[in-house]
């Protein structure tokens, strides 16, 4: 079973990175960019078919290493 | 078996005489495997085709050199059983592409290249050339570059201590990254190349093979047809981190003596590495491609010969070693196989899946492959007009020259490198040289880099020398003896005759300081067929010194340091204003002769203002070079915050004097009473000097008329760069 | 006083803290790999600074899930001494033994200088040989020492007395100027600035001296 976590900055914690992607693409013309905030994407092969338990597991890799829940929050994606 | 077409010939960036040449030392028609194998080791990077025959003509030699051109890198004798190994390198191109990965694995190959051979590194430099300011890539080249050998360096805990930067508009298409790196290590255990006896296994170490750095036009090949474009990347990515873990290993595989060669897998990696080793070993290697560790799947024996994957060595070991080597690496995580042996054949035989895919004699890829003697076509050195408006303001112009790209503070630039690990650092970015102390001793390695473009494109043969002239100078001025150079040659076409002609003036000019000052070259690397547009770029030869302080306490800063000191400078000033930063920036006008370099009063002079450092009479001293005299003396007025009052009775024509750019010059700071034995003790040696002023105040006053606060100079001159680089930006992710 | 200072892959200060610890208190300190599931009889731990695993994923993260890292927490339990520099203080963040995050700098640079920091509190182990409200050059060289945390926590930092060391020109964005923090029991002291940097006038000053002069004396 193949995963996807995403891992962002919570809300209310400032996003230096993405405060000045946005000024960038403002500057390169794109006026209708509002707030942006970035983080990153991890793509994990588990070997594991019930969706349940990988679930499960997931979360706790993110609790554990794969997020920073004092800055970060996660989203877990299960493909197939 | 793929057959060899005319197209593929050219693709390999092979000409006819050269395949008729393949064909005649195979006496067959190769497999596409010795195609790329042959294509490689006699590319103009490996093999130094154009360049071969003027090289032999550099000095290379000295009682202190205990290894000249030709390994990994160079190695010096700096006493008390202590060596000093470095290098410099070009990552041009890669950089001009992807400027993070490119500067960044540029830093890593130059580390790799130092470590192979024993030496802990200890210091990095870096020459940067870019296009003009205004050229719309030159913020990000800029950035990316800056960021990438920060993000590099300071992962791997090696201190980055200096460089140079220049923009100018012949490098818009085609910016300049070189890469200098120095270690430390024991004399007596200095590890090389040479896979000397048959039957010793072969080692891969490092990180795995994948599909990096195979360039697109030699895949052009029908058996790639159907790859996809994410199978060929052409950006190598550097894994610092792994490097890191790399160096560590090899350093502890190091103290044991299970090593008998070393060789870093650079350019051309697997298939570089593997013939090196073997013709200066005068054996043959047998490698079995099956055995390397692999990061992609169904990769072709062309793919992992030609691979240019990072943080990768190869070693030969003494036979029964192995399991204590992979222990090493093990612990290290990184990986290790035995994926071949040596053999007395003197051939490089590959078998990839029970196939010999390869087979070839080692002396066809080295002493055979060819040499040329391109023709060259010499011109006048730039002769010309240095007239200028005599009415303009001395100090404004001073202002505006602090303020120039090229003359600008570099503080944005060092402070994103880590110039303090190691604990080392004695003299930081912002001086003449960095001083590096040799860990646990009181002395110290001096270390500069240089070479003043300008010059070089109105007189390659000066500009080569001045280079020289210039490191002598750096190294001098903080109180160290110069002990030897490091090329980095970075030139135009060499087909084309004037450029031709750029490299081998410039080879000689550089040969003929580096005899006269003897401060012999002991390793390099040339960068040709740098282009904007079909133009050249500038002749950039870049020098890498190292010199050494046997006391570190006795070292001179640039900065002025006590009120009431006398300014004196050595060496005469004509007043030469050819090629100046002052026309340049003042008038617009890159007009005139480069300025001549007399090594004999270089020597001179260097040699006087060293034994005042050396005696501890002098601790205030610059160079002076780009800008002239008071851009040297307004440097050494921000760098302390104390002002100057400096003039000269008389003077006819106050520009020429304040900003010409003669050579063999330094500015020296001291109290009264030195300074009259120092002015007494220059006279008695013919050296030419004079009292300029003394120190004092917070202003730079001219003339006992005009004057400047050294704040506003040092908010000019701090300025530039931030006010460049805080345009729009996307940040490097890394 | 007996130290150990944690090796992790490319946490490259290692040499730098050992050296230091050396010249300081005349004592080699042990030198602990990262898979040691134990920790010899020491006084003093520190957690150096660097690059430990490149950096990746975030800075800090994967050292604090190390092996040795159990046997830290056991030391700082137990009110042994944790000193972490740079890298040390974002994995003693990221295994919780500090509170908080460091957080990409401000200027989104690796930024390497000396900054001025004041000293904030003197009532502890690590810096009672300064005197409060001392203003020290030592320098800072990362490119994520943004300290972040919400109100409340910082609010109790302040008010427990437990902000060490506060930046007089923040380099990085720093939440108050924070440059170095206690944790609760005030035995386990996190900083982005390097002490071991400033420890011998050739290289660059002696304002870190203090700080080893303060742990010697606390602990002997």
């Not at chain 2, 106050?654 to 003669?662: C, H, M, R, V």
């Not at chain 3, 182990?125 to 320098?139: L, N, S």
């Not at chain 3, 919400?150 to 437990?162: A, I, Q």
Request: with cysteine; hydrophobic share 40%.
């Amino acid at each position: 079973m193949k995963a996807r976590v995403f891992v962002t900055l919570k809300n209310g914690v400032l996003d230096p990175q993405g405060k000045a992607i946005g000024h960038a693409l403002n500057g390169l013309g794109f006026g209708s960019v509002g707030e942006v905030r970035q983080g990153k994407v991890i793509d994990l092969e588990l070997n594991e078919t019930d969706a349940g338990k990988a679930k499960a597991e997931l979360k706790a890799m993110c609790d554990k290493l794969l997020a920073n829940t004092v800055i970060e929050k996660y989203e877990i994606e299960l493909k197939g | 078996m793929t057959a060899i077409t005319p197209e593929m010939v050219k693709d390999h960036g092979l000409s006819e005489s050269e395949y008729q040449k393949i064909l005649d030392l195979m006496g067959r028609t190769p497999t596409l495997v010795e195609l790329g194998v042959f294509s490689v080791m006699w590319s103009e990077h490996c093999s130094y085709k154009s360049t071969r025959a003027h090289l032999k003509k550099l000095p290379t030699k000295a009682p202190w050199v205990l290894q000249g051109p030709g390994e990994n890198a160079g190695v010096i004798d700096i006493g008390d059983g202590d060596a000093a190994i470095f290098k410099m390198e070009s990552h041009n191109h890669p950089s001009f592409i992807e400027p993070y990965q490119g500067a960044a694995t540029g830093v890593g190959g130059i580390m790799r290249d130092v470590f192979t051979m024993g030496a802990r590194p200890i210091a990095m430099m870096n020459a940067l050339r870019f296009g003009e300011p205004s050229h719309p890539k030159t913020r990000h080249l800029v950035s990316g570059v800056v960021s990438g050998i920060g993000g590099y360096g300071n992962c791997m805990g090696v201190p980055t201590v200096g460089g140079e930067v220049n923009f100018h508009k012949s490098y818009n298409g085609n910016i300049l990254v070189n890469a200098m790196c120095v270690g430390l290590a024991k004399a007596d255990n200095i590890f090389y190349s040479a896979a000397k006896g048959a039957g010793n296994p072969v080692v891969y170490i490092g990180s795995k093979t994948g599909r990096d750095g195979i360039h697109g036009a030699t895949m052009a090949s029908a058996e790639f047809d159907d790859a996809s474009e994410e199978k060929r990347p052409t950006v190598q990515v550097g894994d610092p981190f792994t490097e890191k873990l790399l160096l560590e290993a090899c350093l502890e595989l190091m103290a044991t003596d299970a090593i008998i060669a070393i060789q870093d897998m650079g350019a051309a990696g697997l298939t570089s590495s593997s013939a090196e080793m073997g013709d200066k070993g005068g054996s043959g290697i047998e490698l079995d491609l099956d055995k390397v560790p692999q990061r992609e799947a169904n990769m072709t024996a062309y793919e992992m010969m030609l691979s240019e994957s990072q943080e990768r060595m190869l070693a030969v070991l003494k036979p029964g070693r192995e399991a204590e080597a992979e222990a090493i690496f093990k612990k290290w995580e990184l990986d290790f196989a035995v994926i071949g042996v040596t053999t007395d054949t003197r051939r490089l035989v590959v078998k990839h899946k029970a196939e010999v895919v390869a087979d070839m004699p080692i002396t066809a890829l080295s002493d055979e492959a060819p040499v040329y003697e391109r023709p060259y076509q010499p011109r006048e050195p730039k002769g010309g007009d240095v007239s200028f408006d005599k009415s303009k303001s001395v100090l404004a112009s001073l202002k505006a020259i602090l303020a120039a790209p090229d003359m600008a503070s570099r503080r944005w630039i060092w402070e994103q490198y880590d110039n303090s690990v190691m604990n080392d650092t004695v003299q930081h970015p912002g001086g003449d040289a960095a001083v590096v102390r040799v860990h646990g001793s009181s002395k110290a390695l001096a270390i500069t880099t240089d070479v003043t473009p300008r010059y070089a494109k109105a007189d390659p043969y000066q500009g080569g020398a001045q280079a020289v002239a210039e490191s002598y100078r750096n190294i001098t001025a903080v109180g160290g003896t110069p002990l030897a150079v490091t090329d980095n040659l970075n030139y135009g076409n060499p087909q084309k005759p004037e450029i031709m002609w750029e490299i081998v003036a410039g080879i000689d000019g550089i040969g003929a300081a580096c005899r006269a000052l003897d401060y012999p070259v002991i390793g390099g690397n040339c960068s040709l067929y740098n282009e904007t547009n079909g133009e050249g770029i500038l002749p950039t030869p870049a020098i890498g010194g190292v010199g050494l302080l046997k006391d570190v306490t006795k070292m001179a800063t640039v900065a002025f340091k006590r009120q009431g000191d006398v300014v004196i400078v050595i060496g005469e000033t004509k007043g030469h204003l050819g090629q100046s930063i002052y026309l340049r920036e003042i008038e617009g006008r890159e007009d005139g002769p480069a300025p001549r370099v007399d090594p004999a009063l270089e020597k001179k002079h260097g040699d006087f203002v060293r034994g005042l450092i050396e005696q501890s009479r002098v601790d205030t001293c610059h160079d002076v070079s780009d800008g002239g005299l008071l851009v040297a003396v307004a440097e050494m007025a921000i760098g302390g915050g104390i002002g100057a009052s400096i003039g000269v009775a008389g003077l006819p024509e106050p520009i020429p004097f304040w900003f010409g750019e003669d050579q063999a010059r330094y500015v020296i700071a001291a109290p009264f009473e030195e300074a009259d034995r120092i002015i007494e003790e220059a006279r008695a040696a013919y050296i030419s000097v004079a009292a300029l002023g003394k120190t004092g105040g917070d202003r730079l006053v001219l003339e006992d008329s005009n004057s400047v606060s050294i704040a506003a100079l040092k908010a000019a001159h701090e300025g530039w760069f931030p006010n460049f680089m805080s345009g729009e930006e996307i940040p490097m992710t890394n | 006083m007996k130290s150990a200072v944690i090796v992790f892959p490319a946490a490259n200060c290692d040499r730098d803290a050992k050296v230091a610890l050396e010249q300081m208190t005349g004592q080699a300190p042990a030198m602990v790999w990262h898979q040691d599931s134990e920790l010899p009889d020491v006084d003093l731990v520190v957690l150096p600074g660097g690059f430990s695993y490149g950096d990746y994923l975030r800075c800090g993260a994967m050292a604090s899930q190390s092996r040795v890292m159990q046997a830290v927490k056991a030391h700082a339990d137990k009110g042994g001494m944790v000193l972490g520099i740079c890298n040390g203080f974002q994995v003693l963040t990221e295994s919780g033994l500090l509170p908080g995050a460091l957080m990409r700098n401000a200027g989104l640079k690796f930024v390497c200088k000396p900054v001025t920091l004041s000293v904030e509190e003197t009532q502890n182990a690590f810096a009672r040989h300064y005197e409060k409200g001392q203003e020290i050059t030592v320098p800072v060289a990362h490119g994520e020492g943004n300290y972040y945390a919400d109100e409340e926590t910082l609010n109790r930092l302040e008010g427990e007395g437990r902000v060490v060391f506060r930046y007089k020109g923040n380099p990085n964005g720093s939440a108050r100027d924070i440059a170095g923090i206690l944790n609760d029991k005030r035995n386990v002291l996190g900083m982005m600035p390097h002490p071991e940097r400033v420890v011998d006038p050739v290289t660059g000053g002696t304002d870190g001296r203090a700080l080893f002069h303060s742990l010697i004396e606390t602990l002997s």
